[in-house]
């Protein structure tokens, strides 16, 4: 009915798993029962000043103040409680089967992903978290510099990123999907501009796009994508991006060696293509201010559409 | 209705009539506020009120604008009318001017002007202090709002959270404008306590029991007591930050042994409390005008103040509920979900009460009454999303989006703004000569209610589809554009509504002499006809709604037929009473107007703002000229028994002043001491969580000063405090005591103070301990850095007690200026005490990490 409202790929009331969907029966039973106790409270009100007399005599008296205002809160809310901690004890409990296990960096404004494997780094992503419809997986949550907070409304509620600390959040997706999550706690300038995907995938595509990440960088052979990547290397970029699998060994910034096959850029901000690359690159400081990419204006046209080329190549 | 009724002859009245000649006129001139540029230094609660309440409305509308900027840049994506850098500064900005030099400033200024009024007292008890706290807001707050008109404005949120509001992370003076900017409200948010705490136990009607005060009293009582046990964390805490932005004391870094959860678990001890700071007066203020728009008394009085003080004591347990994202264990958030779920159970007895109340009686629909009933609407709504965010798992998909917004703007605007209005209306009559304008007022109402909820209504919706607050712009397509593009319209239906509203102010409202009367017939003292004095006499009161059930009262107050009609020792005074029964103790002489307050004011204000830019020299300075304005101003202050006592009338015999435990002052400082208290008890919390979070951290047993050290400190303060209560007993001896041995007792006590802190300091210091090294270096630091601003502080006192002894206005029955700085001076002692053994013993337990 009124579905168009509330779906959407950020939305916690559309839910693609069962963290997110105890969250949202919650909410809705909450919603309900709110609406309905809201009711009764302005009927009352109403009550009170319209009607006149003895016909409203029963309202002024002190009972009605005991048992609307204590006796039923008291018996409602212990209710509430009960059923929302338990809700809460199922989400932070610890996943029967052997969960994905990947942590995730804030840093301002992006985000750094490592895939793990025997509790140390397989491989390291940027911005882009793919995971298996259907299993568990077990977010280590750090940050590099100040607070973040990971949230993915539609998969579960959020976790803050602190210094001196690891969180660690599970959650499972049910249903294939992209879904969006966003920085949640102020970070600073570009704040508003710090998200991520999530995408849900069927098992084998999973692996498939795992084993894909895992590998080093694809070697261009075409002559204008092998310039590109020439100039990304003469032009310090490796400084600090990583592209496995040449001499670019930065970890200033995202790692880039599949940069190709990520649904967005500068962490959600911009989609992927050569246009929105060769204008970030360019002047990065004009999409989104305060970021840590200086501009590199140096680049001529064509020089710039080989290196977009390049980069867009790295899938 | 009852004026005209003749008075209960069965009661004797305390004075005759006729009054003399000429008494009326000398009570007039006393009161007379100063003419012409000296007006500014008027002390009076009532334009002091008036300037206050003024000023707090400048900064809502001010801040009012600030949102309107930013509603109008998020309603549409990509907006481009503000940059993300501005805008940052405008919702900053936005939150930290509401709640700190709107919300509480308003509620305060409020009980300044009402308090004294409802309770039949000429004024409150310290009228220089409640001028000082004005004054300092107002220029302290003008100054920091211009911070926004050169791009200097803090912009990491009103909470500020480290390591984001860290000298790394924050590196220009931004942050430092709140954290030194906020300090003068604290100042003021502090002063305005004592004055409330003191005004509402000593200075009511005679007969005015506990169980017959105005529930607004009790709501300002309780506002006094939270802000007393709450605003020390913040005062801690901006202290701690600022120390750790100017000087690197690393208290929130966690690779040195800090912690950013100790700025959130301090921000959030106060901050939770700080809302019910701004809700509780507001509750106060529904109790007294919906008895009188129902024209019936308020039904369960008892359960009210009872709801007002269980609110009070709960809100202190839930500010956990803040972090509940924090990652903190089950077991905290479970007990924290509880209490947040408690502490709704008053409010609602509360809501039910005024139902009941409305239901006895029958209500006309005038605008304050429809203001009322807004508030009902909107805050009942308010409240119930607070128990939705108050259960965790909701709470960790609601945090930090719009729904959390849209919560705290109908539990804020509905539970304070909207009786705000409803008390513009209401008590408006009883300040100025002509009152509001009813048909304009259903036009202000129906446009600030509709607005806001076409404003925040949809935002509950906005925030649960995905967007986060504090963004300056969003993403077209995830169906946040026409939720927005809403509430940007209802804000400005909003500003429709005030716009009216300042209209009909500016048109209607004319303070001086006189005023519109009892227009809405209510009960309650505030409406007995007053001027500068108050009340020609101040009247006994036998039950809670005075004017509707004691006939006659009105016209017996004003023809001086009740006590204290004069003014016997020619100065300002009114009636101290006590605590429970409220039965006349004394007279007390209060001070007039003086410049020393308003430049005391303006040079405190000066001293922060000179810090924050790095001026220290002329911030000292100016901190220097501020301490000298002070003790100027307290040099008129305890005058003595200047005047055989008075008779008030009635047969009763009062003394014009008093020492010890019954004395106004006493209490002053003991509340002051409560203060000062909680602030250490931080203070201790803090060095303790530091531990707990980074043990490594903690010294070994060989690394701390030989045990010597603290025991020699701790012998000096002992004989300090000693030679104080020496010198108390030598006071206490009366004509026959040596003055030569007084004085030079009393000064001894002063090097003795400064040698324990002189050693304590050295302990650490020989160690090679420095406080940027690591948190716990820094705790320890903090800790002996208190007691040195202590001893300053003492030091100061001392010297300006022996001041008054050697100039002869110090004895043993004019001795309060010695009890007061006797008080502090234990108290500092203790704390040195305390501070010894907790650094010294401590880490001799726990081991080293």
């Given at each position: 009915m009124w579905t168009w409202m509330v779906s959407g790929p950020q939305s916690a009331l559309d839910p693609g798993g069962p963290h997110a969907s105890s969250i949202a029966t919650l909410s809705w039973i909450m919603f309900a029962g709110g609406g309905v106790i809201f009711l009764i409270v302005m009927l009352l009100l109403g009550w009170a000043l319209v009607v006149p007399g003895r016909r409203s005599a029963w309202l002024s008296n002190i009972y009605v103040v005991v048992v609307g205002g204590i006796a039923f809160p008291i018996v409602t809310l212990s209710a509430l409680l009960i059923y929302g901690l338990s809700i809460a004890r199922t989400i932070t409990a610890m996943p029967g089967e052997a969960p994905l296990e990947i942590s995730v960096v804030g840093e301002q404004f992006w985000w750094r992903v490592h895939y793990l494997e025997n509790g140390k780094p397989a491989f390291e992503t940027a911005n882009d978290i793919h995971i298996p419809v259907g299993q568990p997986v077990r977010l280590s949550l750090t940050t590099a510099d100040v607070i973040h907070s990971f949230w993915v409304p539609s998969l579960a509620g959020k976790l803050d990123m602190i210094p001196g600390q690891t969180n660690v959040l599970t959650l499972k997706p049910d249903r294939l999907g992209v879904y969006r999550g966003q920085c949640a706690e102020f970070c600073g300038g570009a704040h508003a501009l710090m998200a991520f995907d999530v995408v849900a995938l069927a098992q084998d595509q999973f692996d498939a796009w795992r084993n894909g990440q895992s590998r080093a960088a694809r070697e261009p052979t075409d002559p204008f994508l092998r310039r590109g990547k020439k100039l990304f290397l003469a032009a310090g970029c490796g400084s600090c991006h990583t592209v496995r699998g040449t001499s670019a060994d930065g970890t200033i910034g995202p790692d880039l060696t599949h940069v190709g096959s990520r649904r967005s850029i500068a962490a959600g901000t911009l989609p992927n293509n050569r246009g929105t690359l060769g204008g970030w690159i360019s002047g990065s400081q004009h999409l989104k201010p305060g970021n840590k990419m200086p501009p590199f204006d140096m680049l001529s046209g064509q020089d710039l559409l080989a290196v977009t080329s390049y980069l867009e190549s790295l899938k | 209705?009852?004026?005209?009724?003749?008075?209960?002859?069965?009661?004797?009245?305390?004075?005759?009539?006729?009054?003399?000649?000429?008494?009326?006129?000398?009570?007039?001139?006393?009161?007379?506020?100063?003419?012409?540029?000296?007006?500014?230094?008027?002390?009076?609660?009532?334009?002091?009120?008036?300037?206050?309440?003024?000023?707090?409305?400048?900064?809502?509308?001010?801040?009012?604008?600030?949102?309107?900027?930013?509603?109008?840049?998020?309603?549409?994506?990509?907006?481009?009318?503000?940059?993300?850098?501005?805008?940052?500064?405008?919702?900053?900005?936005?939150?930290?001017?509401?709640?700190?030099?709107?919300?509480?400033?308003a509620v305060e200024a409020l009980g300044v002007y009402l308090l004294p009024n409802m309770q039949a007292a000429r004024d409150l008890p310290f009228p220089r202090l409640s001028a000082y706290a004005f004054w300092a807001y107002?220029?302290?707050?003008?100054?920091?709002?211009?911070?926004?008109?050169v791009g200097l404005a803090p912009d990491a949120g009103w909470f500020i959270y480290p390591p984001l509001s860290s000298s790394e992370y924050s590196p220009g003076i931004n942050i430092d404008f709140w954290l030194l900017g906020i300090g003068f409200i604290e100042i003021s948010a502090i002063a305005g306590a004592i004055e409330i705490i003191v005004g509402v136990l000593k200075t009511r009607a005679p007969g005015m029991s506990l169980d017959k005060m105005p529930v607004y009293s009790w709501a300002m009582l309780v506002f006094a007591g939270l802000i007393v046990f709450a605003f020390p964390a913040i005062i801690l805490g901006t202290a701690l930050l600022e120390l750790e932005r100017a000087f690197g004391w690393p208290f929130f870094i966690a690779e040195k042994g800090g912690s950013p959860l100790l700025w959130q678990h301090l921000f959030w001890f106060f901050g939770?409390?700080?809302?019910?700071?701004?809700?509780?007066?507001?509750?106060?203020?529904?109790?007294?005008?919906?008895?009188?728009i129902a024209q019936a008394p308020l039904v369960a009085y008892r359960l009210v103040v009872l709801a007002i003080i269980a609110t009070g004591f709960i809100s202190f347990g839930v500010w956990v509920h803040h972090m509940f994202t924090t990652g903190i264990p089950q077991l905290s958030l479970s007990f924290f979900s509880a209490a947040s779920m408690a502490v709704s159970v008053p409010s609602g007895i509360q809501v039910f009460a005024w139902i009941a109340t409305m239901a006895s009686g029958r209500v006309r629909l005038t605008t304050p009454a429809l203001f009322i009933i807004g508030f009902l609407f909107i805050f009942t709504l308010g409240g119930l999303t607070?128990?939705?965010?108050?259960?965790?798992?909701?709470?960790?998909?609601?945090?930090?989006?719009?729904?959390?917004?849209?919560?705290?703007?109908?539990?804020?605007?509905?539970?304070?703004?909207?009786?705000?209005?409803?008390?513009?209306?209401?008590?408006?009559?009883?300040?100025?000569?002509?009152?509001?304008?009813?048909?304009?007022?259903?036009?202000?109402?129906?446009?600030?209610?509709?607005?806001?909820?076409?404003?925040?209504?949809?935002m509950h919706i906005t925030g649960l589809i995905g967007m986060p607050r504090r963004v300056y712009t969003y993403p077209a397509g995830f169906g946040w554009d026409a939720l927005n593009f809403v509430s940007t319209l209802g804000a400005f239906i909003i500003a429709a509504g005030v716009a009216l509203f300042i209209f009909d102010l500016l048109r209607r409202f004319r303070a001086g002499e006189g005023n519109a009367g009892n227009v809405w017939g209510g009960g309650t003292l505030e409406w007995l006809p007053s001027g500068n004095y108050a009340n020609r006499s101040i009247p006994r009161v036998t039950t809670r709604y005075p004017l509707w059930e004691q006939p006659g009262l009105a016209d017996d107050v004003a023809a001086g037929r009740f006590y204290l009609p004069d003014n016997p020792t020619g100065g300002r005074e009114t009636i101290v009473t006590s605590p429970l029964h409220a039965e006349p103790q004394y007279v007390v002489q209060m001070p007039g107007p003086s410049w020393a307050t308003l430049l005391a004011a303006f040079f405190t204000a000066a001293f922060f703002l000179l810090l924050t830019v790095k001026l220290v020299t002329p911030a000292l300075a100016c901190g220097v000229i501020a301490v000298a304005m002070v003790l100027w101003w307290l040099w008129d202050t305890d005058p003595g028994p200047t005047h055989p006592p008075v008779d008030i009338g009635g047969g009763i015999r009062l003394p014009v002043y008093a020492t010890g435990p019954v004395s106004h002052a006493w209490w002053a400082m003991v509340v002051l001491m409560l203060v000062g208290g909680t602030l250490f008890a931080c203070l201790l919390f803090s060095y303790v969580f530091l531990w707990v979070t980074n043990p490594s951290f903690w010294p070994a047993a060989d690394a701390l000063p030989p045990i010597g050290w603290p025991v020699l400190a701790a012998a000096f303060y002992a004989a300090s405090s000693i030679a104080i209560a020496t010198a108390s007993r030598l006071l206490g001896r009366g004509p026959g005591r040596s003055v030569a041995a007084f004085n030079?007792?009393?000064?001894?006590?002063?090097?003795?103070?400064?040698?324990?802190?002189?050693?304590?300091?050295?302990?650490h210091w020989q160690t090679g301990l420095r406080a940027p090294k690591s948190g716990y270096a820094a705790a320890v630091y903090m800790i002996v850095g208190l007691q040195g601003f202590y001893t300053g502080v003492l030091s100061i006192m001392l010297a300006y007690t022996l001041a008054r002894s050697l100039t002869g206005r110090l004895n043993a029955v004019r001795r309060s200026t010695f009890d007061n700085t006797m008080l502090l001076w234990h108290f500092g002692v203790a704390q040195g005490l305390a501070g010894l053994a907790i650094v010294t013993l401590f880490p001799r337990l726990v081991g080293s990490g």
């Open positions: - | 209705m009852t004026d005209k009724m003749q008075h209960d002859p069965a009661m004797p009245l305390p004075n005759g009539s006729p009054r003399p000649e000429g008494e009326f006129e000398r009570l007039k001139a006393t009161w007379e506020p100063p003419r012409g540029i000296s007006f500014v230094t008027v002390v009076n609660n009532t334009y002091v009120g008036l300037f206050y309440i003024g000023t707090a409305f400048l900064f809502f509308v001010l801040a009012g604008i600030l949102a309107m900027i930013m509603r109008t840049q998020l309603a549409a994506p990509q907006g481009t009318l503000v940059s993300q850098e501005t805008y940052n500064q405008l919702f900053t900005m936005h939150g930290t001017v509401m709640m700190f030099l709107f919300a509480v400033p107002f220029f302290g707050g003008l100054a920091f709002f211009c911070t926004i008109f939770h409390p700080e809302v019910y700071i701004i809700f509780l007066p507001a509750a106060g203020m529904v109790s007294m005008i919906v008895p009188t607070g128990v939705m965010v108050g259960m965790v798992p909701f709470d960790w998909q609601a945090h930090d989006t719009y729904f959390i917004v849209a919560h705290f703007h109908y539990v804020l605007i509905g539970g304070m703004v909207f009786p705000l209005f409803a008390a513009f209306y209401y008590w408006i009559p009883q300040a100025s000569r002509t009152r509001l304008s009813e048909r304009v007022g259903r036009w202000v109402f129906g446009l600030m209610f509709a607005g806001v909820n076409i404003t925040f209504f949809p030079l007792v009393l000064f001894a006590a002063m090097p003795l103070l400064i040698a324990a802190f002189t050693t304590d300091l050295w302990a």
